[in-house]
T-cell receptor, first 113, second 116 residues
Framework: DGGITQSPKYLFRKEGQNVTLSCEQN?????MYWYRQDPGQGLRLIYY???????QKGDIAEGYSVSREKKESFPLTVTSAQKNPTAFYLC????????????FGPGTRLTVL | AQTVTQSQPEMSVQEAETVTLSCTYD???????LFWYKQPPSRQMILVIR??????QNATENRFSVNFQKAAKSFSLKISDSQLGDAAMYFC?????????????FGKGTKLTVNP
């Protein structure tokens, strides 16, 4: 089955620890995105990548880092510099940056204790 | 910067009835895309319907249709014959057509409850 997978579904970390969220897609999509969702808020863009080995900051990139070493993978690291990391994180992809639809993964709920 | 506003945090509808969710947006662009996404309790984001700004005809997908008023910058979603499975958060989203800025800008969402 083609799709986007995010793992794990739930993630718990202690304050001050870095944590990496996984996002994998087998859709052969060029573009990938990371969004953050907080209660009562819409999704906000953290980082996006239009092509392998290239990525751009979104609206709320502070405290986060990404890599895009492979087309199918776009991991997100939440660093200790992120002030309020507890949130729901959604990964998305699209065939290419100009395509007008993004396809979403099932998300990861991160809780920092 | 573009903004998207959903003025109804919560809405409810009786099963089989019709409900309309509101969305307004602010932009100086003439060409762009608008979307409605559904997020059920599973939290999977599902595309419901999309509209290209250059198309005057309102988009329709089965029981879902939009009322796109470009001059008023309004993009409402109408759900006809509401079903229990329609209960979800609904997000309106805007996407520029300009290259290099492919992000989606989301509203804060409307929680739709469907009463049996």
């Amino acid at each position: 089955d083609g799709g986007i997978t995010q793992s794990p579904k739930y993630l718990f970390r202690k304050e001050g620890q870095n944590v990496t969220l996984s996002c994998e897609q087998n859709l052969n999509h060029d573009a990938m995105y990371w969004y953050r969702q907080d209660p009562g808020q819409g999704l906000r863009l953290i980082y996006y990548s239009q092509i392998v080995n290239d990525f751009q900051k979104g609206d709320i990139a502070e405290g986060y880092s990404v890599s895009r070493e492979k087309k199918e993978s776009f991991p997100l690291t939440v660093t200790s510099a992120q002030k309020n990391p507890t949130a729901f994180y959604l990964c998305a992809s699209s065939p290419d940056p100009s395509y007008n639809e993004q396809f979403f993964g099932p998300g990861t709920r991160l809780t920092v204790l | 910067a573009q903004t998207v506003t959903q003025s109804q945090p919560e809405m409810s509808v009786q099963e089989a009835e019709t409900v309309t969710l509101s969305c307004t947006y602010d932009t100086s662009e003439s060409d762009y895309y608008l979307f409605w996404y559904k997020q059920p309790p599973s939290r999977q984001m599902i595309l419901v319907i999309r509209q290209e700004a250059y198309k005057q005809q309102n988009a329709t997908e089965n029981r879902f249709s939009v009322n796109f008023q470009k001059a008023a910058k309004s993009f409402s979603l109408k759900i006809s014959d509401s079903q229990l499975g329609d209960a979800a958060m609904y997000f309106c989203a805007y996407r520029t057509s300009q290259g290099g800025s492919e992000k989606l800008v989301f509203g804060k969402g409307t929680k739709l409850t469907v009463n049996p």
